[in-house]
């Protein structure tokens, strides 16, 4: 079906003005080229151009799903409780979860993401081995209540995502199907012109252990990133292993001296008071963690210099919290004074490995108004446990390669998990093995932001005149701009736009009866990858002009070879954007 729209009955409507509420470029610019419209916070209506575009993300994620062995299906996005209870997820997902209660009073709830649909799907159906490994992948709208919905497409509440979810009788098997989602990842990323970074995650609400996310290299990302220039290790901050070089400016032990430092809460200001740089202290935070039915008290010691890591506090002492108001209460500790030494009996004590060797540690006395320098581990107290503890930052070294690590901001636009037997666990989920025992399933879960891949894509693709769409995703390949709307200029373009047409080439025509100005801004603004330019002047030489939007390069070109340059010219820029990762 050949693809020709004429602007005249196109439903886009522009806006001159830049929307207050809007942020970022890519929420900006979809809104004034009425691509979308805001129907509540976080909550978007797609109009023709928005939707076009969109669908295109859709089209190059189902080719690469089918293309790995996974079976598209469509999946409720109304789910009962029931299932969400038997997972735990009923209690453990929070507000962010939008829930409701049909009239005869069962409760139900948005699909946030639908692992408990699967699971319970395919536990009633799949009972050997030899139906293993299987994968299932659906294009669904998700709702997340989410605290802070903001930037357009980017953090919206109710968003378009492609889910897969996979099944496997051992790890190998799980093992490769990962792999394959995570070169289809890739090759995604690649089609949509995205500059990107596979990244060490963070597990989050969703469980398991092994991860990477799919980060689209932009300023405006919510996600800091690590990186190293030497090797391939990169990282999400909240997940990135580190090595944190330190140079302390005490190397000998000294002995460890009380001082008062009256009013003293910060590092800040207790860096301030002792003359010393926050490099030189010691910063303890406390937690809590159920051991042995007791709530045992664990202070954490990382560089005054440094911010802990709550993801690896957790990871050094599982299911540890960090203490709140009423804790400190609770313990009767004073909050602005921590520290290692002198703790009540029973504490635990983690210190960020970096600290290792450190002779001399300016820490808080436990008592309010007191602070002791020159502590020595060891000496003074003891360090049950030396764990990587802190945000990792640029300027750290690579835990792979020791290179030092630079910094990046990204947008989160997939992520891969390994999940384990965490639902098929806990919804009773199992097959027979090979060997006749009965086994849970082994699970993998894959998710594409397909709305927020949207906005990436304009993140990362666009200029002070609007948007400048790798061809891939443009809501159309190209823009024919006869600039008088009657006559012999009027003909061509309709011509032109025609032929192109027919050529396979989608095509828009801007048939309106517009100034020249007005027609070239619209068409930078909306960013149709290729103009054709028909003028009463280049005709009149026999020529019309050609316009690449992403380098604004202008060309002349002989009106005989329009059609065949423009076309050429569509397939060249496809084929460039052609995935780099192999196929599997
Ligand atoms: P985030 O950390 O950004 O909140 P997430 O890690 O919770 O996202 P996943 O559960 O991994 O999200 O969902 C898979 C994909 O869905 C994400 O990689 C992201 O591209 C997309 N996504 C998640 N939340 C949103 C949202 N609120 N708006 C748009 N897309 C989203
Ligand atoms: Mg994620």
């Known amino acids: 079906m050949p693809v020709a729209l004429r602007m005249t ?25 009425g691509m979308v ?12 151009l928005g939707w076009r575009s969109l669908h295109k993300i859709e089209q190059i994620v189902r080719e690469e799903m089918d293309m790995i062995g996974s079976q598209e299906v469509m999946l409720p996005i109304v789910q009962p409780a029931e299932l969400w209870i038997e997972s735990g997820r009923w209690e453990d997902y929070g507000p962010e979860l939008a829930r ?30 030899r139906d293993l490994p299987l994968s299932l992948y659906q294009i669904n709208m998700k709702f997340r209540d989410e605290v802070r919905p903001r930037f357009g ?35 995604i990323c690649e089609r949509l012109g995205l500059d990107y970074r ?12 092994v991860t990477t996310e799919f980060m689209a290299l932009a300023e405006n990302g919510e996600a800091a990133l690590v990186y190293c220039d030497g090797c391939d290790y990169a990282a999400n901050v909240d997940a990135a292993s580190t090595i944190v070089s330190r140079t302390p400016a005490v190397t000998e032990p000294m002995p460890m001296e009380k001082v008062a430092t009256p009013g003293i809460g910060t590092i ?62 609770e313990f009767a500790i004073p909050k602005g004074s921590l520290g290692p030494v002198g703790v009540k009996p029973g504490t635990l004590v983690v210190a960020d490995r970096s600290l ?43 835990p792979t390669c020791g290179g030092v690590l630079k910094g990046a901001r990204g947008i989160e636009v997939s992520q891969v998990f390994q999940l384990g037997t965490k639902y098929s666990v806990s919804m009773g989920a199992s097959f027979t093995a090979e060997d006749g025992i009965e086994a849970p399933f082994l699970m993998g879960c894959y998710g594409v932001g397909v709305s927020r891949s949207l906005a990436a894509v304009i993140e990362q693709h666009a200029d002070d005149a609007g948007m400048a769409w790798p061809v891939t995703v443009a809501p159309l390949e190209v823009a024919v701009l006869p600039l008088m709307a009657e006559g012999e200029v009027a003909e061509v373009g309709e011509r032109i736009w025609r032929e192109l ?21 619209d068409a930078d603004l909306i960013g149709w990858p290729y103009q054709v330019i028909v003028g009463k002047r280049g005709l009149a030489e026999g020529v019309i002009e050609l316009k690449d939007r992403a380098s604004g390069i202008r060309t002349s070109v002989p009106l005989a070879d329009a059609v065949e340059r423009v076309a050429a010219l569509v397939a060249g820029a496809k084929s460039a954007l052609a995935a780099r990762t192999a196929h599997p």
Request: net charge negative; charged share 25%.
């Open 37 to 48: 419209r805001r129907t509540a916070a976080g909550i978007y209506s797609f109009l023709p």
């Open 153 to 187: 497409l980017l953090r919206g509440r109710e968003f378009v995502m492609k889910d897969a979810y996979s099944f496997h009788a051992d790890q190998a098997s799980l093992q490769e199907h990962y792999d394959a989602m995570s070169r289809a990842y890739g090759r």
């Open 501 to 521: 047409a027919d050529a396979g080439v989608e095509v828009v025509i801007d048939d309106r009866d517009e100034r020249a100005g007005v027609k070239f801004a």
């Open 100 to 129: 409701l209660t049909d009239r005869a009073g069962r409760e139900f709830c948005l699909g946030p993401t639908h692992e408990e649909i699967i699971t319970a799907l395919v536990r009633d159906e799949v009972r050997s081995y």
């Open 9 to 33: 009955s196109l439903y886009a409507p522009t806006l001159k003005e830049v929307p207050a509420e809007a942020e970022v470029v890519s929420h900006r610019l979809l809104l004034r080229a």
């Open 268 to 329: 800040a200001e207790l860096s301030d008071f002792l003359a010393i740089s926050p490099h030189d202290t010691v910063k303890t935070l406390a937690g809590v963690v159920e051991r042995d039915g007791a709530r045992t008290l664990v202070f954490f010691c990382v560089p005054g210099d440094r911010e802990l890591n709550p993801v690896k506090a957790c990871w050094a002492v599982p299911g540890v919290e960090l203490l709140d108001e009423a804790g400190f209460a």
């Open 198 to 209: 596979p990244v060490e995650a963070e597990s989050g609400q969703i469980g398991g252990k």
């Open 356 to 398: 290792e060797g450190d002779v001399s540690w300016g820490v808080g006395a436990n008592e309010d108004g007191f602070h002791l320098v020159h502590a020595m581990p060891g000496r003074d107290f003891e360090v049950g446990e030396w764990a990587d503890l802190v945000v990792a930052m640029p300027g750290d070294l690579c």
